[in-house]
């Protein structure tokens, strides 16, 4: 099986998994985008994952399912999700037909609360809870639910890719930089994702392994993180707390 980005919208990954002339899309917050890269790989659309409702993941799903009919759309148990044909939770795993694989649903509340990722093979596709060297928003979730969230994706096996929805990385990485500045693997990785954009490449998949190195909302109980926290905000108590500072500090960065 291989896995390709559709670059869609601003700064939008629509990730295609494909195995021969079977795909599937997860997160279609573009339908013409979708489109065109299945044409231009002669590939057949055979259903859609979606991670959360909000409508840059969701507003390809009807044309692609009026260009195929009967395409299979799999998402969590949101009514304002228009189209889907299985509602599904943490827990349960989900056959991708054409391709030979299992997903196998994980639930991460925190930037929506419906938030799902979806753990296939040796990747994660977390759609906008986890990026590369950052995390979403906190738009409906509390502190503690995304803190919880990251922490099931931080312990998956350090060489697990990680497929996030967005081009953020070198965003997040100014300002994991300003947190740990003298973090060495930061600044290499910096460099690394610098030259890629230079070149016109995306900076992903990332990996668990690479996050727990340079991401600074995964290093909250680390000694460089404490320290950068105690000396903006004061000493915080526990992970959530320190969590929270960290979110607000990147929100007015």
């Not at 889907?84 to 925190?110: F, K, S, Y």
């Not at 000396?231 to 990147?250: C, M, N, P």
Request: aromatic content about 8%.
């Amino acid at each position: 099986m291989m896995i390709t980005p559709i670059a869609a919208l601003n700064d939008n990954y629509i990730w295609c998994l494909h195995r021969d002339n079977a795909a599937w899309v997860v997160d279609p917050g573009s339908a013409d985008a979708v489109l065109a890269h299945l044409e231009q790989q002669q590939l057949q659309l055979r259903g859609i994952l979606i991670t959360h409702h909000h409508w840059d993941h969701t507003d390809g799903i009807e044309t692609l399912r009026n260009a195929f009919a009967a395409t299979p759309v799999i998402g969590p148990d949101n009514p304002v999700i228009q189209g889907l044909t299985q509602r599904v939770q943490h827990g349960q795993q989900v056959e991708l037909d054409g391709l030979g694989v299992t997903a196998e649903v994980i639930a991460l509340p925190g930037h929506t609360l419906d938030h799902l990722g979806y753990c296939v093979d040796n990747a994660v596709f977390c759609g906008d809870t986890l990026f590369s060297g950052g995390c979403g928003r906190l738009f409906e979730g509390t502190a503690a639910q995304m803190h919880n969230s990251l922490s099931q994706l931080a312990a998956l096996p350090a060489d697990t890719r990680v497929y996030c929805t967005h081009e953020y990385t070198l965003a997040n990485l100014a300002f994991a930089s300003a947190v740990e500045p003298d973090n060495e693997a930061l600044l290499e990785y910096r460099r690394w994702c610098e030259a890629q954009r230079a070149a016109g490449l995306p900076t992903l998949p990332s990996t668990i392994g690479q996050e727990r190195a340079i991401n600074p909302f995964l290093r909250v109980d680390t000694a460089g993180v404490k320290a950068a926290l105690s000396q903006r905000e004061g000493t915080e108590s526990d992970s959530v707390a320190r969590f929270a500072a960290l979110r607000h500090w990147k929100d007015n960065f």
